[in-house]
């Protein structure tokens, strides 16, 4: 029985637990800032934390969805608190997550 199969590839998860994972990543970003003397072009770097997950899939009516078991383990550079909502894809129909962003203001 694979019922990440017959469902949606992107789904709701609630944020049971988080851990800080010690790992990181750097981005470089070009950005162009407005200052008195004019715009500016400098480079940013941005650190990424990694953080390791456990999530709770939910259904459209918001309740823990129970034909999945709670799934710990999801390593993501996402950074959300224990109770937010993620939006997650299964690829190719493996329940293995991976954490797409935030799901804000679902009402269900």
């Not at 500016?40 to 990424?48: F, S």
């Not at 934390?49 to 390593?75: F, T």
């Not at 550079?77 to 804000?104: N, S, T």
Request: charged content about 20%; overall charge negative.
């Amino acid at each position: 029985d694979y019922p990440q199969v017959q469902l949606p590839s992107v789904m709701m998860a609630q944020v049971n637990s988080v851990s800080e994972t010690g790992t990181s990543k750097e981005e470089r970003w070009n950005m162009t800032i407005d200052l008195e003397d004019g715009p500016r072009t400098t480079e940013a770097v941005i650190q990424k934390k990694g953080y390791l997950y456990s999530l709770q899939i939910i259904g459209k009516d918001g309740e823990p969805d129970r034909r999945y078991p709670v799934i710990p383990g999801v390593y993501s550079f996402v950074q959300v608190k224990p109770g937010d909502r993620v939006a997650v894809a299964m690829l190719y129909g493996v329940l293995d997550p991976y954490i797409i962003g935030e799901v804000i203001g679902w009402q269900g």
